[in-house]
């Protein structure tokens, strides 16, 4: 049973860390001019909606709420069509061999790759494994089979696409270094975004059947997700959540991290260390994976206010002009335009009101999965003060566990997204390849997911009147089908984020 004095005290102590900024301004100010390096383009936000997160910071969640959050996906008359996707089999000759050349983050990569194998069973072609780009934010430089396991992919998709590891001696020189030198026959750069298969079989298959090996570089998005064979698509699915796992030692961290997660005992980040990593205990505890992108990329690319002054906003349009010569279509719009129509990333802050307002209690286990939060730790102050249980890798797991991830961006996704595909519920908190992908993964395998209201969030926290029983009321009415509830792709969306009807069968 819940002591409620116990929990007041701890709303109480955790008001006081989040809200001594503001009390007491004079204590926390000087930071600015002693360390002038790390403030220096943004001043730390003060809280932005301070009414509603005093609310949720007094907030008493009815068990019967509480106990509805965390109940598991009812049947929903879905689920995976038969693991083979093809009846075909492997091709009696290979046309050639395919290279693709992906670039991106961890998961437009991982669309790559699934889109990749489609071509090569559409061409009858042997698909060498892809090579991954450095990603120019990220500066990631870890290969396929540093992150995936290539024998496994090989093995699982044996009978429907022959695959290498690499282009055989007598196509050696088929080298990224090769095209980027000069213009090259073998090489494909015309594929256009969304392309046909007949595409592919009217502009690939020649160049395979002239110089046995074709090279399409840039690959990314460039396979429509329409007027595909019913094979083709099962395949895409076969490839995204059944061929690609992540290598050995990133599965054992996860494993760990999320058995720390769900230690029944409520300890602190060190005493998890000191706690046997297969335990099974009957008691285990259940948690939210969130992922928190905003880093700085994100919050430029967004053209949104997000309270740091006028030194963040110059930074950030700064930061667009070098990035993307101030090509940013969200530019030209206020950001109360953008709020309204859903365009801005939830902020921490916004997030933590988020999923307090939906009935999670301080007692919340939260698994943060990010890379680094634009601001830092003053940044999401607000959410650790609603959600003191926060974690993430590094408070989970020791710097000598972490040691094969460190630096390694793409390392770092795959740890967070094993962890998120493992917890009771998953939440982002903006749109975006790692969010697109964990949904239609969760939806494949009916685990729930709650999908922000991103137009109605950004209605309420314009609303700077509204209390917290009111925001608390909205939030409720428009989330209530968007936990989980199947969603059929509608024409031109993504199969990997709307698996049904292309991959998933009506039981």
């Not at 090509?327 to 109360?336: A, G, I, M, Y």
């Not at 797991?397 to 991830?405: G, L, Q, T």
Request: with cysteine.
């Amino acid at each position: 049973m819940v002591d409620w004095r116990q929990a007041r005290r701890g709303c109480a102590a955790a008001a006081m860390v989040v809200l001594a900024p503001l009390i007491f301004p004079s204590l926390f100010s000087p930071l600015g001019f002693a360390y002038p390096s790390v403030f220096s383009e943004w001043n730390a936000p003060k809280p932005r909606h301070l009414p509603l997160l005093k609310g949720a910071l007094q907030r008493e969640i009815p068990n019967a709420q509480t106990s509805d959050l965390w109940s598991p996906l009812a049947n929903q008359g879905w689920k995976p069509c038969s693991k083979r996707s093809s009846s075909s089999g492997l091709p009696m000759n290979s046309e050639g061999y395919i290279q693709v050349f992906l670039d991106g983050g961890l998961n437009q990569q991982r669309m790559g790759i699934c889109d990749a194998v489609a071509v090569a069973k559409i061409l009858n072609a042997t698909l060498i494994i892809p090579h991954l780009e450095v990603n120019p934010v990220w500066q990631d430089s870890s290969s396929f089979d540093e992150i995936f396991d290539v024998d496994h992919f090989i093995d699982t998709l044996k009978g429907e696409v022959s695959i290498v590891k690499e282009p055989p001696k007598e196509y050696s020189w088929s080298t990224r270094e090769y095209y980027a030198t000069a213009i090259r026959a073998t090489r494909i750069k015309t594929a256009p975004v969304h392309a046909s298969a007949n595409w592919y079989l009217d502009n690939v298959l020649p160049v395979l059947q002239s110089y046995g090996i074709a090279a399409i570089s840039p690959f990314s998005h460039r396979l429509a997700f329409d007027n595909m064979p019913v094979e083709i698509q099962r395949l895409r699915c076969k490839v995204n959540f059944q061929a690609l796992i992540f290598v050995p030692h990133v599965r054992a961290l996860g494993d760990a991290l999320v058995n720390r997660l769900r230690s029944p005992y409520g300890k602190g980040a060190a005493q998890f260390l000191q706690e046997t990593t297969d335990s099974k205990d009957k008691q285990a505890r259940k948690f939210v994976a969130l992922h928190l992108r905003f880093d700085k990329d994100m919050a430029a690319h967004s053209a949104c206010d997000f309270g740091g002054g006028k030194a963040e906003k110059l930074a950030l349009a700064k930061y667009r002009q070098v990035i993307w010569q101030g090509r940013v279509l969200n530019s030209q719009f206020t950001d109360e335009e953008l709020r309204n129509q859903g365009r801005c990333p939830l902020t921490p802050e916004e997030i933590g009101l988020l999923l307090a307002a939906l009935g999670f209690n301080h007692n919340t286990r939260l698994y943060l999965a990010s890379h680094k939060v634009y601001g830092g730790e003053a940044r999401i102050s607000s959410l650790r003060g609603m959600f003191p249980l926060m974690e993430d890798k590094k408070s989970l797991a020791s710097a000598d566990e972490r040691a094969k991830i460190k630096g390694k961006a793409s390392l770092l996704a795959a740890v967070d997204y094993y962890v998120s595909m493992h917890s009771d519920v998953f939440i982002s908190a903006s749109p975006g390849n790692m969010h697109n992908a964990l949904v239609g993964h969760r939806t494949y395998e009916n685990l729930k997911t709650i999908r922000p209201n991103m137009a109605l969030l950004g209605q309420l926290f314009l609303n700077k009147s509204m209390g917290w029983s009111e925001f608390q009321d909205a939030v409720l009415e428009g989330h209530k089908n968007r936990q989980g509830q199947i969603r059929l792709r509608k024409p031109k969306q993504s199969i990997y984020t709307y698996p049904a009807t292309d991959c998933m069968c009506q039981a």
